[in-house]
């Protein structure tokens, strides 16, 4: 374990990153007294999670947990045995429903007789994800695609890779305490104000500790990337964008630039009103580039996924993702009365901008 030191040159992007080199895989960095971050390897493009322990008296808290598979098991067997040694885990905290963060929560729970806590919401989205893949909704799923001009192929392709992520959660605890939006919850000498925000997930937890100044915003707010907001089949006329947005404009108010944020995937950084202003940015970029395409004709999601990430490409499994923030956007469009859709004889929605 080690403490790496600060360097607080402000980036291009306007954010400094005070721990701009990650932890190794058999490393831990400690952020300030009683905060641990660990860094566990993902098998896809995006290649990493973070993890971060708070010191919760003699023992420590744990906020996610890596992806449900046997490296990561691995990976945290030789951490237990080397520099989290006598760690002991009294609590599991996990932020949302995507396996990359509840994966090996059952595995913890399991290992430290520990207890669960979630938001009912992503609790229970967790229950849906594994059990995804029953024919009835992959079904549905081939319905919601086939409306937004998805061809059969890419559609089995995207289904398939798709259950394959969703499954790689290990058995969930059967209990959990339950995380609202605007409690507290009490974490050793730090006291965290409980937020939860949508858009990337249905009730995602992020925790807020005022006299600390160190907010750990899962994946609501990242320093690099711009998180996956999409709508998908369980939910078809949802406005996740509309909620991304809503959740960010929130958040501006309520936490102060000077805020540590602890992403749940990059590098710590300062600057927290600058990054939700360019994440609303590019977003309303997107939808530029949107209402450009289909200002003089009708288009389905599917003609309009290369307009916006034209600079990919994308196997099945990004094709999944792309698919779903176009139609994130596509909605909340139509929400917001800037695109006109129409429904053909053959079932499939086209999209004209107003």
Not at 9 to 26: C, E, H, I, S, V
Not at 60 to 66: A, C, I, L, R, S
Not at 269 to 275: A, E, I, S
Request: charged share 20%.
């Amino acid at each position: 374990m080690h403490t790496e030191a600060a360097n607080l040159t402000a980036a291009p992007d306007g954010l400094r990153y005070p721990f701009p080199t990650p932890p190794k895989p058999d490393e831990v960095i400690e952020l300030a007294p009683g905060l641990l971050w660990v860094r566990l390897a993902l098998p896809f493009r995006l290649n990493h999670v973070n993890v971060y322990l708070i010191a919760d008296g003699d023992d420590w808290t744990m906020v996610d947990t890596g992806i449900g598979n046997e490296a990561t098991i691995a990976a945290w067997t030789a951490l237990f045995e080397g520099p989290l040694k006598g760690v002991r885990i009294t609590r599991l905290i996990v932020t949302h429903a995507h396996p990359d963060h509840v994966g090996l929560a059952g595995w913890i729970v399991e290992r430290f007789g520990c207890p669960l806590l979630m938001s009912q919401v992503e609790y229970l989205q967790t229950a849906y994800h594994r059990h995804r893949g029953m024919p009835e909704r992959k079904e549905w799923e081939r319905r919601f695609f086939h409306r937004h001009g998805m061809n059969q192929e890419t559609t089995e392709a995207m289904l398939g890779l798709g259950q394959d992520y969703l499954a790689r959660v290990s058995t969930m605890p059967p209990a959990y305490r339950r995380l609202v939006n605007g409690r507290e919850i009490t974490i050793g000498s730090r006291r965290f104000q409980i937020i939860t925000g949508g858009g990337h997930a249905s009730d995602q937890v992020m925790l807020y500790c005022a006299a600390d100044n160190i907010f750990l915003s899962a994946d609501q707010v990242l320093s690099k990337i711009s998180p996956n907001v999409s709508v998908w089949a369980v939910e078809p006329e949802a406005d996740a964008l509309g909620d991304y947005l809503r959740s960010l404009a929130s958040l501006t108010g309520m936490l102060p630039d000077d805020v540590l944020v602890l992403p749940g995937h990059g590098v710590p950084f300062y600057g927290v009103k600058t990054r939700i202003k360019q994440l609303a940015d590019h977003h309303e970029e997107r939808c530029g580039m949107i209402a450009d395409a289909c200002r003089d004709k009708f288009c389905t999601a599917a003609e309009l996924v290369p307009v916006i990430f034209h600079k990919h490409v994308l196997d099945a499994h990004q094709t999944g993702f792309a698919a779903g923030e176009l139609i994130a956007h596509v909605n909340y469009m139509w929400f917001t009365g800037r695109l006109t859709e129409e429904v053909g004889p053959d079932g499939i929605a086209r999209y004209t901008a107003r």
